[in-house]
């Protein structure tokens, strides 16, 4: 009997998406893990070290040669100077004492979840010396280490600086030899509070006043430094109390802290005098606003360009939302300095709540009011809150709405196109270990790519970018994952290249090749062929469709056993195209034979009359193209041949047969599915002379990791076939019996009963009543 599992389908608000799948997992062994896995036909490259988790504090050097990582009690550093390999250049342990774990377990706490150290904060003090900040045990601990050997320089107490529980989120900005933070500071987790530590020019270290609650219940989530006008920006969602009539209602927030503020001299002393905050809107036409703030980046505005058009990019969930939604709103930074320098509000410390004030104060937000007066201190003191409501976003909606994906991390980039002209491209992080690749341009978002990062279950938690090298970094609960920012050589085609509208990607009319631009603001070659608004690929590319002279490609002979399930593989050339196909099969069926996945992958079942020639077709802009030919054959004998192993790329929906003899070709995914955690072959490995895959990969100098030999060998039913003839033949035997005691019953005058009675309510039944047939359903 054939199962199904329902093929993953992506939707956006925009763009239809579906896309192939690959594998990430940790390969455990003795020693450190390297290895290479395919999104599609996109190669990833994943580092883990075994027992080592929770590797997902991230900090990259300034080279981006080097990629720091905390960990559950350890530090890293990994070599990433190339961009296709990962190493491991040294592993320091921090652990928690016997004492610390003890302690914290009479606390309450479990002690293999919460009683160890999770490095929450990573910073660079300098060249030569890095930061860090953990829970240990929680009892926040920090460290200095040296930032090539990762030798221990210095450790002491830091509570205050980074959270006491492993699964809190906090933010750090160390600027200048002084450490920001925004995090809580008692066991509990219920004391937020906003810091400077380490102050230069003998300042003082300040925090916030706590005879007011400046925040409720936060939740830090990002922070920046503005280096033009010397302050600190906090990103965070809270409990918005100013909303009294609304029980626990979300509000995003960016709040502000002037770098150099000392506090007042006689109110506020060691207190800030420049903390404001105002909310963030993010919300579509007609429907609740996206309320809860997830995750923000930071993107720098184009060298020359004003610094006012720094942009922040934000992902935003609903707390009303009862499903995986989510949006990306972006903000500029002249936008939230106006927040700023506008009217304000004022806190009644009798009714609790707020009311706008009648003048403005232009004091209040402001850097340098260490000599203010107390009067106007004290007004500082409970006028924190903008009077506006809020920073709207550019353009005044989200830039992309997804209504079936739960975003959790977001990352963004500039690059300047073939023609010149800037582009912005996404890469959003969801919480099931999807990277989305969108492409922002004139005419609204495009999703390019869906690439997948971890198929089993994994926490991810950090995304880090390095546009000079065009690589994303992703930690997960597991390893670190490098995920290149492009993959233009999948693209074999002008055609595909151009259609795809990857501003990372264009034809190269010299090498006959797709290749990638530059990352950066330095433009790409002017051989290069894009066009990312319109689809008419027969001008752009000008006759040139393949880098060799244009034909079909070659089909794939694919040996049928009859009654198996066959599925037959499409690779769609760009996220957008839609795929068709056609069949030559010796004698003319029905559609109802026949069934589409939605990742274009066809299905039938394997008889005399479906061999002959398929060919998938993608269409797009009104260029069509035959992207697969397949010709199905009927192999000469299903015991004849063994299964190889599956190509790597499995199709969105599984199919488990109970067919043990299935014969396996490149293109087509039959007979009993793979365990999950084995590795299978990637499409470019090669062969040897006897059909086994080699270790080699030729898509680049990274290490990778040969395919395991299958953990199963193709099920023999002979012992089931044996046993079953056996069982027949006693049946057989038994009636047989049965009709000679009737026999001679019947001529025995003493037999007591009419004739026949002892088989009386009992019937036996042919094999052709033996209930109805087996049937193959698709």
Not at 116 to 132: C, D, G, M, P
Not at 283 to 301: E, I, Y
Request: proline share 7%; charged share 20%.
């Amino acid at each position: 009997m054939v199962t199904r599992r329902r093929s993953r389908r992506l939707r956006h608000h925009l763009v239809f998406v579906e896309n192939g799948r690959g594998h990430c997992h940790a390969l455990l062994g003795c020693g450190v893990s390297i290895h290479v896995s395919y999104s599609g036909l996109r190669p990833l490259f994943h580092f883990s070290v075994p027992d080592v988790h929770c590797t997902t504090t991230l900090l990259l050097s300034p080279d981006a040669s080097t990629l720091y990582v905390g960990a559950r009690n350890a530090l890293l550093s990994l070599d990433v100077s190339r961009s296709d390999v990962i190493s491991l250049k040294t592993q320091v342990p921090w652990s928690p004492t016997e004492t610390n774990i003890q302690t914290c377990r009479l606390k309450g706490k479990n002690e293999a979840v919460d009683c160890l150290n999770f490095v929450h904060v990573l910073q660079h003090i300098n060249s030569s010396l890095l930061y860090a900040c953990g829970s240990f045990a929680f009892n926040p601990r920090e460290a200095y280490f040296d930032s090539e050997s990762l030798s221990l320089v210095h450790s002491g107490d830091a509570k205050g600086r980074c959270p006491f529980s492993p699964s809190e989120r906090s933010s750090s900005v160390f600027l200048d030899g002084e450490l920001f933070t925004a995090t809580t500071t008692d066991f509990r987790g219920i004391k937020p509070q906003i810091s400077r530590f380490f102050s230069q020019h003998g300042r003082p270290d300040v925090s916030l006043d706590s005879s007011i609650s400046l925040l409720e219940e936060p939740t830090f989530v990002g922070s920046w430094s503005d280096p033009s006008q010397k302050k600190i920006y906090f990103f965070f969602s809270e409990v918005g109390k100013e909303f009294y009539f609304v029980e626990k209602l979300q509000i995003p927030r960016v709040a502000q802290v002037c770098k150099d503020d000392v506090g007042g001299q006689r109110t506020l002393q060691k207190k800030w005098t420049s903390f404001a905050k105002t909310p963030l809107l993010c919300q579509s036409s007609k429907r609740l606003p996206f309320n809860v703030l997830q995750d923000v980046f930071p993107l720098q505005p184009p060298e020359g360009d004003d610094h006012d058009d720094t942009l922040f990019y934000g992902v935003f969930t609903s707390q009303w939302s009862t499903g995986a939604e989510s949006a990306v709103c972006v903000f500029t930074l002249r936008e939230i300095r106006a927040e700023f320098s506008g009217s304000y509000r004022t806190f009644n410390m009798q009714s609790h709540q707020w009311s706008p004030l009648v003048e403005k104060h232009s004091y209040l937000g402001q850097c340098g009011l260490a000599s203010s007066s107390d009067s106007e201190l004290e007004e500082v003191k409970k006028s924190f809150l903008t009077g506006s409501s809020g920073v709207k976003p550019s353009g005044g909606a989200p830039l992309v709405v997804s209504s079936e994906q739960r975003y959790s991390r977001i990352a963004a980039m500039r690059t300047r196109a073939a023609d010149g002209r800037r582009h912005t491209v996404l890469f959003l992080l969801t919480e099931s270990g999807f990277l989305h690749k969108v492409a922002l341009s004139d005419s609204g978002p495009r999703l390019i790519e869906e690439i997948e990062v971890c198929t089993k279950p994994e926490v991810v938690k950090s995304l880090v970018l390095s546009p000079s090298k065009g690589v994303l970094y992703v930690g997960t609960s597991r390893g670190v994952a490098s995920v290149p920012v492009a993959h233009c050589s999948i693209h074999r085609t002008c055609s595909q290249c151009v259609l795809a509208r990857d501003p990372l990607c264009g034809w190269n009319r010299i090498r006959g090749a797709c290749t990638g631009l530059i990352p950066g603001p330095d433009g790409g070659p002017e051989e290069l062929i894009q066009n990312l608004d319109g689809v008419n690929v027969d001008q752009d590319c000008g006759g040139q469709t393949a880098a060799k002279e244009h034909r079909e490609p070659d089909p794939s002979d694919v040996h049928v056993v009859p009654g198996e399930v066959v599925t037959l593989r499409c690779q769609k050339p760009s996220n957008q195209a839609s795929v068709s196909w056609t069949a030559v099969p010796s004698k003319v069926l029905s559609e109802k034979f026949f069934a589409q996945s939605t990742d274009g992958s066809l299905w039938f079942l394997a008889t005399a009359d479906t061999v002959g020639t398929y060919r998938c077709e993608a269409e797009e802009g009104g260029h069509r193209e035959v992207v697969s030919s397949y010709q199905v054959q009927q192999a000469a004998s299903p015991r004849s041949t063994y299964p190889l192993p599956k190509d790597h790329d499995e199709p969105d929906e599984d199919i488990v047969t109970e067919n043990p003899e299935s014969t396996s070709r490149p293109g087509t995914e039959r007979g009993p599915k793979i365990q999950e955690g084995v590795d299978t072959v990637p499409p470019e490995e090669s062969k040897d002379s006897g059909g086994r895959t080699t270790g080699q990969d030729h898509r680049s100098g990274a290490q990778s990791v040969p395919a395991p030999p299958p953990c199963h060998q193709p099920k023999s039913y002979h012992g089931e076939l044996v046993a079953v003839s056996l069982l027949l033949a006693a049946c057989v035997a038994a009636t047989l019996l049965g009709l000679v005691y009737l026999w001679s019953r019947r001529g025995n005058p003493r037999g007591h009963g009419k004739p026949g009675g002892a088989l009386e309510g009992c019937s036996l039944s042919s094999p052709e009543d033996q209930g109805p047939d087996l049937k193959v359903e698709l």
